[in-house]
Each structure stands twice: as structure tokens, then as C-alpha cells.
Nanobody, 125 residues
Framework: QAQLVESGGGLVQAGGSLRLSCAASGRTFRTYAMGWFRQAPGKEREFVAVISSSGSTLYADSVKGRFTIARDNAKNTLYLQMNSLKPEDTAVYYC???????????????????WGQGTQVTVSS
């Protein structure tokens, strides 16, 4: 049974940084794209970033230039480095993976089959 577990969330002041981690177990995801999504209070879950199995990346416009997605296939771990955080980045952040290895840089939530439990990120002004 594949499992994704996020960590690294917390409370940070605006302008600060956090690094989220997502540890995968139960299967290897090195040949699969992996992504980050977030859900703010009262809003729908939205795409944040995705990385392909080969390391190509794609970001939502709202985080481009501030967030960096990376992966360590040897550790079966996904990361999200978040810099210059803003109060509007406050959300529960989820990592996810599709079950189809042919998905290159999926951005649609419906493409993803495996989800972590989420980690809270709160940015104070």
C-alpha cells in the first residue's frame, strides 16, 4: 500500500521560508511525476507545483520564482522549498502522485491517485 507523508509545515512570518518534505513508502515513485497542491480555508484545493520523473518542473503563477520543487529518488522523497512567503500562502499543503507513470507534468487534481494527509502552513503578516 503506497503511502505519502508530508512534514515541515508550521508558522512563519511573511517573508520567511519553510521546506516541506513528502516521504513515500510502499512503492517507489522515481518513475512517476509528483506534485504539490494546497487548500486554503474556504477554498478549493489548487495546484502548486509538479516535477516529472526526469526533473522537469512546472509551477503555478502564484508561486513561480518563490517556490522550488525537488525530489530525491534515492530517498523516495519529494520537497517543496518555499521562500518569500506571503499570508496568502497559508493553506494545508498536500503531496500527491499519479498511478500512471506516463503522466509527464500533470496539474489537474483528478490525475493524482495517491495523496498525503497534508501539512499546515501558516504565514503571519
Amino acid at each position: 500500500q503506497a503511502q505519502l507523508v508530508e512534514s515541515g509545515g508550521g508558522l512563519v512570518q511573511a517573508g520567511g521560508s519553510l521546506r516541506l518534505s513528502c516521504a513515500a513508502s510502499g512503492r517507489t515513485f522515481r518513475t512517476y511525476a509528483m506534485g504539490w497542491f494546497r487548500q486554503a480555508p474556504g477554498k478549493e484545493r489548487e495546484f502548486v507545483a509538479v516535477i516529472s520523473s526526469s526533473g522537469s518542473t512546472l509551477y503555478a503563477d502564484s508561486v513561480k520564482g518563490r517556490f522550488t520543487i525537488a525530489r530525491d529518488n534515492a530517498k523516495n522523497t519529494l520537497y517543496l522549498q518555499m521562500n518569500s512567503l506571503k499570508p496568502e500562502d497559508t493553506a494545508v499543503y498536500y503531496c500527491a502522485a499519479p498511478s500512471d507513470s506516463r503522466s509527464y507534468l500533470p496539474t489537474r487534481e483528478s490525475t493524482y491517485d495517491y495523496w498525503g494527509q497534508g501539512t499546515q502552513v501558516t504565514v503571519s503578516s
